[in-house]
C-alpha cells in the first residue's frame, strides 16, 4: 500500500512523459482509475490514510482532521496523540510524546487480515509522519516507524513493537550521512513545465528560489541541525530513505514468502513538504516525482525478485491534492487568495461584544472547525439574533465561500448541496467543531498570525483540487487498464479485502469489482 502524501490526480496526466520508472509502470500494467476523488470536505494527511486504511469515511473511522479541539480537556490534540504510550527512538535517539492509532475507531484492513486471515501475516508502515504510518498499520501491527526532525531520529512508540532490523538500518545508514548533499535537477531543464522559480514559493531560512537546493542547514556547520532535518522531509533523500528500509523489511521479515498475506505500507510524505513550500506549478515537485518514480522502480524491482512478479499487488493513492499558490492563481485573472483564520475570530468575537457574550466566545480554531468556549455554542443555536451576527461576521471576510452549523451536518445521509453533502461526510459530533467556514475556490486556509508576507499553499477544502486523487492497483488479481467511473479512496480496502478473501464491517466503500481479474471475482464470491 503505498501513499503518496499531497498527490493531485493531474500530475499523473501532466508529468508522466517525465517518468520511466515505478510511476510510469503502474500506470501501464496497472488499473488507472482517473476519476477517484474523496467525497468529503476535511482533505489532510491523517484523514486520507485513516480512509485509504480501514476503507470507511470520517464519519465512520472518527479521524475528522489532523488536530482537532478536545472539549474535555480544553486542548487541541493530534489525531494520534495517545496519552497512554511513549514514543521509542531507534539507534539511542531521545524522543517526546506518544503516537498511536488508538483515536481511529474501526480497524484497519491490515488489522482485519491479521485477525481473520489466520495464516502468519506481518504488518509493516513507514512513513516521516506518524499519523501515517500508524494510520496505515492500525492500533496493533508488527512495526509502524516514522522519523521526528526534532530529534533527527527514526522512532516507533510502544504501542507497537521495536523492530531489529529497523535498528540496524538506522544504526547503519544514519539521516546525518544526507547532511550537505544537495538536491539538484534530474532531468535538462527543457524537461519541466511552468517557470524554472515558482511564485509565491515559501522557502526555507537561507534558500533561495530555483534549483539546486543545497541541504546544509541553518547555518552549514560541522553538524547537522533541526533546520537540515527538515531540508531532508522536504527533499528526495527521504523517499529514497523509506524505499531502502521498506526493502530491508521485505527482506528482513521474508515479506510474501511466509503462509500467510503480508502487508507493507509505506507514506512518501516528502511531496506534501515541497508542494507545500513550492506549489503544484513547480520543477520542485516534479523532480521529487521524477525521484519517486525511480525508488518505486527500484522497490518493484526488489519485490520482484524476492518475492515474484505476480506474486504481490500494489495499490497506490494519495491522502489529499492542493491548491495553487494563490499569488500564482492571481496571474491568470481568477481571483484567489488566502483566508486568514486569525481574522475570521476577530470578526466573530467583535459580532458578539454588544451581546453581552463570554470573552473570548471562541476557543479555537482548527482547519475549517471552529470551537467556541463551553456554553457558549448551546446558547447561540437558542439566540437566533446572535447567530445571524456571528453567521454574518464570517461570511464578511474575504474568501468565504459559506458557513455551515453542526446541526446542519449531523445525520444528513443526503445534505442539499454537494458542499453540504462533502462536510456531512466528515463530520463526527464528539470531534468536530460547531461551525464549519468554507473557502472560496482558490483560496487557501490560511492560519498564520501577525502580518509577515505569506507564502506557500495547502489543502483541506472540499474542492476538487485537494479532492482528485491518483489511484492506481497493479499486479496479482488486477485487471489492467484505464477506468472513468467515479471511485474513491475509500475503496481501496474493500478491494483489497476481496483479493484476501476477508470482510470488512463498515459499508462506507465498495469492491472495484471492474478492476479484478475474472478468477479472482469468481474466488472472492465464494465459488
Ligand atoms: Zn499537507
Redesign the pocket.
Known sequence: MLVV??MRADYVEKFQGQWKGGLKRLVQEGAWFREAAYPYAATE?CVGHSTISTGALPRTHGMVANTWWERDSQKVVTCTADPNVKNIGYAGATVKGGDSAWRMLIPSFAEELKFQAGGATHVVTFSLKARAAATLAGHKADGATWFDPAAGAWETSNAYPTVPFVEDYAKAHPVREDYGKTWALALPPSAYLYEEKAKGASLPPGGEAGFPHPLRGKTGGPEPDAVFYEEWEASPFADTALTKMAEAAVDSLSLGKSGGIDYLGVSYSSP?YVG?AFGPRSWEIQDVLIRLDQDLSDLFAHLDRKVGRGNYMVALSADHGVVPVPEDMQQTGVEAGRLHLPEVQQRIEKSLEPLNYPKPAVARITGSDIYFAPGVYERLKGDAPAMKAVLEAIESAPGVEGVYRAEQLADQPRANSPLQEAMALSFFAPRSGDLFVVPKAYWLLDFSAGDAPRYGT??GTPWNYDQHVPLLLMGFGIRPGQYLGAVTPADIAPTLAALCGITLAPRDGRVLGEALANETREHSSGH
Open positions: 502524501d499531497q494527511t506534501d507545500h495547502g489543502h
